[in-house]
């Protein structure tokens, strides 16, 4: 079984943390994926996986096997690295089965291994080319097929897809969902990249300066964030955040701040009650807003007043860049009935049911 379990697990360069207490458990056969932005630790975590970094503190089980000092070719796992790591001198059918011929097995086996990877991939057609006369897309197919024909206990892949153009990329991703779902593998996938975690991922495990900030499925992680960092990075573009106070009149909750005032779901009111008349910071998703409609006026209560400063139009939605004051907003919004023009001033209506408050000082979710 390949399962992989990461127990209190510490990396250190020097005075430098990279990783801090890491503990995760990746099941047999899930498609989980460490995100985060750059420098938070998750390819260094990947890499000690591997076996390519030794480990400071804590264990790390592949299967039911302590590997902490197991070298990586040991480890039965194969990696797929961000630069293709190709052989230029060589053909693709040579570059995926050359792991094999270092190991020792029989040319038969080779050719039948390699011939199984180009079907799953549809890759027999570049057999017999160079690296130099593959697209990037195509590279990036063989590299996987070259991990394919290991049939490890785990595939890990570090940024695979960061070198690829924004089209390719979005097929690619689909194409390595269903390698997973063929394959019924284990896959750890590391990516900056927080579109590629919520569309390929059965968990996510959201890192920030070396520790875990949350874990979960993606919709859950994206609907219940655990802190202020986690709601910011998951979903694009970013949760909005703005400064104000909690206050309590008549029973009623409400969100109050220099430029606007909006009252609470009943539903919210046990989890809120302990900050009223405290300072916290106010979320909302560009999702959960959109423009005032006039003859809506029993949900002008819930509006706030905005100015418009860029107006993107992406076809069947729009992203308006507001200011609510000072504070810059986006908005996500299906097109307009009528154009937005920059200077115009705006009344955006909020879907209170969504809205995030989060502890000043803290930043950890109150609702």
């Known amino acids: 079984m390949a399962r992989v379990i990461l127990k209190n697990i510490v990396k250190r ?3 430098v943390t990279a990783v801090d207490d890491l503990s995760i458990e990746i099941q047999d056969k899930e498609f989980a994926v460490l995100v985060g932005p750059s420098g938070c630790g998750k390819t260094t975590a990947l890499r000690m996986i591997a076996g390519l970094e030794s480990v400071t503190s804590g264990e790390i089980t592949i299967g039911d096997r302590l590997v902490n000092d197991v070298p990586p070719k040991d480890r039965d796992i194969a990696m797929v690295f961000q630069n293709y790591a190709l052989y230029p001198h060589m053909n693709v059918r040579d570059n995926l089965g050359f792991g ?7 040319k038969p086996e080779i050719d039948q291994r390699v011939q199984e990877a180009a079907d799953i991939l549809g890759i027999h057609e570049l057999l017999d080319r160079k690296p130099k006369q593959l697209s990037g897309g195509q590279r990036q197919r063989v590299a996987v097929g070259r991990a394919i024909v290991r049939k490890p206990d785990v595939f890990l892949f570090d940024e695979p897809l960061s070198n690829l153009d924004a089209k390719l990329r979005v097929a690619m991703r689909a194409e390595i969902s269903k390698l997973h779902r063929r394959l019924g593998a284990t896959i750890i996938y590391v990516t900056h990249d927080q579109v590629e975690a919520m569309t390929m991922a059965s968990r996510i495990f959201i890192m920030q300066n070396g520790a875990l900030q949350q874990s979960g499925v993606p919709l ?3 609907k219940q964030p655990a802190n202020r960092f986690v ?3 998951i979903g694009s573009p970013a949760m909005n955040f703005m400064p104000a106070t909690l206050v309590e009149e008549q029973g009623a909750y409400y969100v109050h701040s220099n430029h606007f005032k909006v009252r609470l779901p009943d539903a919210f009111y046990p989890g809120v009650k302990a900050y009223a008349g405290r300072p916290v910071i106010f979320g909302v998703r560009p999702e959960d ?3 005032q409609q006039r003859e809506l006026s029993e949900t002008r209560a819930n509006t706030i007043p905005t100015r418009v400063e860029v107006v993107e139009t992406l076809g069947a ?6 200011t609510c004051g000072s504070h810059p907003m986006v908005a996500r919004v299906t097109v307009p009935d009528r154009p937005l023009i920059v200077g115009q001033e705006l009344e955006i209506a909020l879907n209170m049911s969504n809205v995030h408050l989060f502890d000043k000082d803290t930043s950890r979710t109150i609702v």
Not at 317 to 322: A, M, P, S
């Open 13 to 15: 360069f020097k005075s």
């Open 100 to 106: 094999l011929k270092m190991r020792k097995f029989p």
């Open 220 to 222: 859950h992680v994206y």
């Open 231 to 233: 709601a910011g990075f």
């Open 289 to 291: 807003m959109a423009e």
């Open 317 to 322: 939605e729009t992203f308006v860049h507001l």
